[in-house]
T-cell receptor, first 115, second 110 residues
Framework: GAVVSQHPSWVICKSGTSVKIECRSL??????MFWYRQFPKQSLMLMAT?????????EQGVEKDKFLINHASLTLSTLTVTSAHPEDSSFYIC???????????FGPGTRLLVL | LAKTTQPISMDSYEGQEVNITCSHN???????ITWYQQFPSQGPRFIIQ???TKVTNEVASLFIPADRKSSTLSLPRVSLSDTAVYYC???????????FGPGTRLSVLP
């Protein structure tokens, strides 16, 4: 149980384009979803927290207009990186929690490379 | 937010027990302690979670003292496949205040 999927697993795009990453909870209803980014050899950095049907709460320093988060249903959240630039290249990981909000289950991650 | 401190790295040999301690001095009343394992280019995998005292499952044990300012993950008889980064994550039952520490890079040697 508690499986979270992400799609795509990796993406390469040109600078200036937008990229959408999907995060799905496959066997539970995710009332809260989290988006993290992770640079090589570093820990996970929380970008934003989203509750189903509500606007996402962004961490300090994360541009909400650049990283658009939508949590339209209890099983799906999307992260759109708008006008991506090489410095946005990173490993993006989502997680989801259900009734027990203190427990997060993580997706496999999406590797983004912006050329 | 509860900041966490862990050793940056640890080495062990196959078959040994490994204990990794995490400090979280300003843990809040409603915060739980969760440990995750992460392999390169993968998302973190849930290992164990606790609030106080001791928790045990099929892969690990978690020891939490009465003041909850630290926690220790115990991995019995590690194998080469346990080589990974281990994170302790402290966060609340309201689904907020989660901060990842730097993690502990465990290397299991033959």
């Amino acid at each position: 149980g508690a499986v979270v999927s992400q799609h795509p697993s990796w993406v390469i795009c040109k600078s200036g384009t937008s990229v959408k990453i999907e995060c799905r909870s496959l066997d539970f209803q995710a009332t809260t979803m989290f988006w993290y980014r992770q640079f090589p050899k570093q820990s996970l950095m929380l970008m934003a927290t989203s509750n189903e049907g509500s606007k996402a709460t962004y961490e300090q320093g994360v541009e909400k207009d650049k990283f658009l988060i939508n949590h339209a249903s209890l099983t799906l959240s999307t992260l759109t990186v708008t006008s991506a630039h090489p410095e946005d290249s990173s490993f993006y990981i989502c997680s989801a929690s259900g009734l027990r909000k203190e427990t997060q289950y993580f997706g496999p991650g999406t590797r983004l490379l912006v050329l | 937010l509860a900041k966490t401190t862990q050793p940056i790295s640890m080495d062990s040999y196959e078959g040994q027990e490994v204990n990794i301690t995490c400090s979280h001095n300003n843990i809040a009343t409603n915060d739980y302690i969760t440990w995750y394992q992460q392999f390169p280019s993968q998302g973190p995998r849930f290992i164990i979670q606790g609030y106080k005292t001791k928790v045990t499952n099929e892969v690990a044990s978690l020891f939490i003292p009465a003041d909850r300012k630290s926690s220790t993950l115990s991995l019995p008889r590690v194998s080469l496949s346990d080589t990974a980064v281990y994170y302790c994550l402290v966060g609340g039952s309201y689904g907020q205040n989660f901060v990842f520490g730097p993690g502990t890079r465990l290397s299991v040697l033959p």
